[in-house]
Structure formats: structure tokens, C-alpha cells
């Protein structure tokens, strides 16, 4: 059955669409798309590696075609510090382009939803949790062409591999949320596969129309293997096509039918008589349009009122470092003679088969050069080691895949390391043009005292680095979060280094 009936083709789309252009009307949606709190980016197709939509060439996009990006304060404060992310999918009707006016649909789609909450001022930063301040990464991903067949979790795994190289995410804390057509795609991506929900700490799910017979006959076993926590939130009354009640209920019934678990949590929302006249209930208990649950779920002052433990809370209570079968305490890189030797650690192990080494370029298409055994079980501190002998020129990016013996997997944070043959002292960064964030690396032949400046173009100097680096490739995070847009140069002087590199912010 085709879910596009869910929303464009029914009654109830023309209901959304009025109550959506009435509510813009009366909250004040930006029409003139002027970010003031997130950072727009397109992504050109062919950016992410495993983000297309079809094998032929001259396709014109692929799935993800540009996000939206919100960092909190600290995050250019802190410069080694990661962050939990939370991955916003937004609803149907906000497919396009990716393109910067594009973009503004995914705020303006859906009112009251995470985009239009950091926006508006709403989005609370920081999040006080258990007496402790935590700050989210948001990242709100465009995609375009949805639709039949409905199995889009290549795509966003894709994604979440490629976001995860280019921020500071703390990888045990990856919370993946949606409404509608973006509910659809949390759940299809979850119940995909065991090493898919394995990725994830928390999902939550607002108006699924995505019901559990539609994913392979392993899906809801997929999520309880993966130990990944879900919420289902559904309006009782909602009538909309595949988004009836027995759509989340269907689900929330197969994970818990599963022998190990984590118990899925499941908030129906139940229409309130006439008799209460608060404004915001409208959009909280069922009035209207039935499928509108997302305010329930993102506004942050509705659910202390309506819904507790609120999203934010319920994030913080999962965390993938406290089910991962091998426990990485280390990862590092260093340049030896031309080689690359890795060294990895691990506190603990359960049921571990082996490590494979993958290795990329920039492109950050990963291959696989070798497989290391595990140690099985055991709590004791296991220490490996592996020298590429032959690594790429330039820029190296080197991850671990572990296996266990039931044949799921695991994919750590890639670590990278710039590599030059030619023998020289130079300093390169990691991208350019950049947003928010650059690494230099700085490749000297002897230890010794490197001094690093940012001066824009007028000779201003907006930051100096001074260190000691060893023999070697050394990457240094650079200071430039609160750098205004525009072009700067990045000079480096040492023994033997004199170098600049023009660097440019958008």
C-alpha cells in the first residue's frame, strides 16, 4: 500500500495544509528564510559516500540533499569536548533541494517541532538533567525523493557515518527523532538491521503511518538485539491513512513480544472535552488535526505538563557506551617512518571475534586492509596494534569494525592522520572552505616549537597557537568557531617550516 496516501492524497492533507497555513499565519513563521540560529548547508550530490538514490550516474540528486546544523555555545569554547547529537527528520512536505531557501521548509514544516523551537528561542541550551548542564549538537537533514519503496536506512546510515567525521559527537549518544514521514524513516532505520539500532542510544517516533508488516520479519527482533530505546507518541483519534493507533501499537507489541529488550515507551494522546479552552491544547490533545502530535513532543513547555520524563530527559537516560559489547578505552594513530601505526585498547570484551581495519581518503570511502582476532570474553585491558605500511598520500582516515560471535558489528569513530612521502615540514588543514570548525596539520621532521596564527586580510591576528609537536603528522584543533565569515591565512613558522595557507569561512 503506498504511504504517500498518508498525508497528500486524503482529506486529511487538505486539513493539514489549513491548519499549517492558519497556524503560520498566527505564530509568525519566517517566510523570508533568514537563519539566525542554525547554519544551512547544501550537500552536493556525491558528498556522502552510500547516499545515493540510484546506481545510474546522471540521477540527478541523492537522498540527503543538504541539512541544517546547530551548535551550542560551548561548542567553540570547548574545542575537545563532544557532544550528544539529536537527528531531526522532518515531515514530508519539506522534501526539496537542499539549497539554503530550501532548507527553510524544514523549519516552517512542522511549528513547534526541534527546528522551529531553535529558531523561535525555544530550544533549551543548556539542559539541565539530574543537577548537570548538557548541551545538544542538532542536525536537521533535507531528503528528497521518498517514497516507494519505502527503505531508506543505506541512506541515513551513510549520513550518520559521514556527520560523525566531520563534528564532535559523542558517538555513544546518537538520538534520532522524526514526525510523520520522518517517524517513518527513525523506524525504518532502527528495525533495519541489529547493527543499525546498535548505532542509536535513544529513538522517538511522533505520528508514525509506518506499520510494523511493512519491514522485513525481523525488525522489531532487530531492535531489541540492538538495545536501542524507543518512544512511540500517537494521537488515539488520528484517522490519517497507515497512521491509525494500531500503527505504533503494532510495533510497541512486537519489540515487547521479543525475550531481551528494552521495553518501549508509548504515550497515546486522548482528545479533551470542550470544556477546557487553553490555547495550546489545541495542539496537544487531538483537536483538529490528529496527526499534529509533534508539539506534544518537542515544544518544551507542553510536555512538563503532558508528557514525563520530556524528549530531552528521556535522551539523557540512554547512553550506548552502557551496552557495547567491546569497550574501546583508546584509538590512536602516529606516523613512523612513512607508516601509520594504530594502537587500540579495550577495557572489555563479551563474545568479541574480531576487529577489521578500514582505511579512507578524504573521500572518506572506507576499504578494508586487515582483520584482526579478538579476545572473546574477558575484563581485563587488551592492547592491539597494526602498522599500514603502505598509507595514502595525504589525508588517512583509519576506523575499527569489531564483530561479535553472533555476527553484529560495530563501527568506532574514525581517527585520521595527514601523511606526506616527500619528506617535507609543511602545515595543511582538514577542509576548506569550513563552518564551524578546522583542524591543522602540522608535519615536521624533528620535534620542535611550531607557532600557528590566524590573521585575516588586513593583518589582523585573531589567534595564536604555540607547541611542540613530535617527528611526524600532528593535527591541531583550530580556534575558529567565533570567527566572523570571510577569508583568513593560516601561517605557520618553525625549524624548516615557514608556510601559509589561505583558509576561507562561510
Known amino acids: ?129 539530574n543537577g548537570t548542564d548538557h548541551s545538544f549538537i542538532v542536525l536537521a537533514p533535507q531528503y528528497r525523493g521518498y ?55 535513544g529513538a522517538s517516533m511522533a505520528s508514525l503511518c509506518y506499520r510494523v508488516d511493512q519491514q522485513i520479519s525481523s525488525g522489531a527482533a532487530n531492535i531489541a538485539a540492538g538495545k536501542v530505546a524507543t518512544w512511540f507518541l500517537q ?20 519489540i515487547n513480544a521479543q525475550t531481551d529488550k528494552i521495553a518501549p515507551r508509548f504515550t497515546i494522546l486522548n482528545p479533551r472535552g470542550p470544556s477546557d479552552n487553553n490555547p495550546l491544547d489545541s495542539l496537544l490533545f487531538c483537536k483538529g488535526f490528529a496527526h499534529e502530535t509533534w508539539p506534544t513532543m518537542y515544544y518544551p513547555p507542553a510536555p512538563a505538563r503532558v508528557v514525563t520524563p520530556n524528549i530531552y530527559e528521556w535522551n539523557l537516560q540512554y547512553s550506548r557506551a552502557s551496552s557495547l559489547p567491546v569497550k574501546l578505552k583508546d584509538f590512536s594513530l602516529k606516523a613512523v617512518n612513512g607508516k601509520v601505526q594504530l594502537k587500540w585498547i579495550t577495557s572489555s570484551e563479551e563474545d568479541n571475534l574480531q576487529f577489521t581495519i578500514e582505511r579512507a581518503g578524504a573521500d572518506q570511502r572506507f576499504q578494508k586492509l586487515s582483520v584482526i582476532p579478538g579476545k572473546g570474553t574477558t575484563n581485563l585491558e587488551q592492547v592491539y596494534e597494526f602498522t599500514d605500511n603502505q598509507p595514502l598520500e595525504n589525508l588517512n582516515y583509519y576506523r575499527l569494525v569489531q564483530k561479535d560471535i553472533d555476527g553484529r558489528e560495530k563501527i568506532f569513530e574514525a581517527k585520521r ?90
Open 235 to 254: 494521537c488515539s483519534s488520528d484517522n490519517s491513512t497507515n497512521c491509525e493507533i494500531s500503527t505504533p501499537t503494532g510495533w510497541v507489541n512486537a
Open 1 to 129: 500500500m503506498l504511504i504517500r496516501q498518508l498525508i497528500h492524497r486524503t482529506n486529511a492533507a487538505r486539513t493539514l495544509l489549513l491548519c499549517a497555513l492558519l497556524l503560520a499565519s498566527a505564530i509568525g513563521i519566517n517566510a523570508q528564510c533568514t537563519f539566525t540560529k542554525f547554519i544551512p548547508e547544501n550537500i552536493p550530490k556525491g558528498t556522502i559516500p552510500g547516499n545515493h538514490l540510484s546506481t545510474n550516474p546522471a540521477f540527478p540528486h541523492d537522498f540527503i540533499t543538504g541539512h541544517l546544523k546547530y551548535f551550542p555555545a560551548e561548542y567553540a569554547t570547548n574545542p575537545t569536548k563532544k557532544f550528544p547529537v539529536i537527528i531531526y527528520l522532518h515531515g514530508w512536505s519539506a522534501m526539496a533541494s537542499g539549497n539554503p531557501n530550501d532548507l527553510c521548509l524544514v523549519v516552517s514544516d512542522m511549528p513547534y517541532a526541534i527546528p522551529w523551537n531553535i529558531e523561535n528561542n525555544r530550544f533549551p541550551d543548556p539542559f539541565n538533567y
Open 417 to 506: 592522520i595527514m601523511m606526506r612521502r616527500d619528506g617535507k615540514s609543511l602545515v595543511t588543514v582538514s577542509s576548506n572552505p569550513f563552518t564551524t570548525e578546522l583542524s591543522a596539520f602540522v608535519t615536521v621532521q624533528q620535534a620542535q616549537q611550531v607557532r600557528l596564527s590566524i590573521t585575516d586580510m588586513s593583518g589582523k591576528i585573531w589567534a595564536n597557537i604555540n607547541g611542540r609537536y613530535t617527528s611526524g603528522s600532528s593535527e591541531v584543533s583550530l580556534p575558529v568557531g567565533n570567527l566572523p565569515k570571510g577569508v583568513y591565512l593560516l601561517k605557520a613558522t618553525g625549524d624548516g617550516l615557514s608556510g601559509v595557507v589561505k583558509i576561507i569561512k562561510r
Open 147 to 201: 517514497g516507494d519503496p519505502w527503505h531508506f536506512d543505506t541512506q541515513l546510515d551513510a549520513y550518520i557515518t559521514w556527520v560523525l567525521a566531520q563534528y564532535r559527537i559523542d558517538p555513544d549518544r546518537i538520538y534520532l527523532t522524526g514526525a510523520s514521514a520522518g517517524a517513518n524513516l527513525v523506524i525504518d532505520y532502527i528495525s533495519s538491521s541489529v547493527a543499525h539500532a546498535e548505532r542509536i542510544a
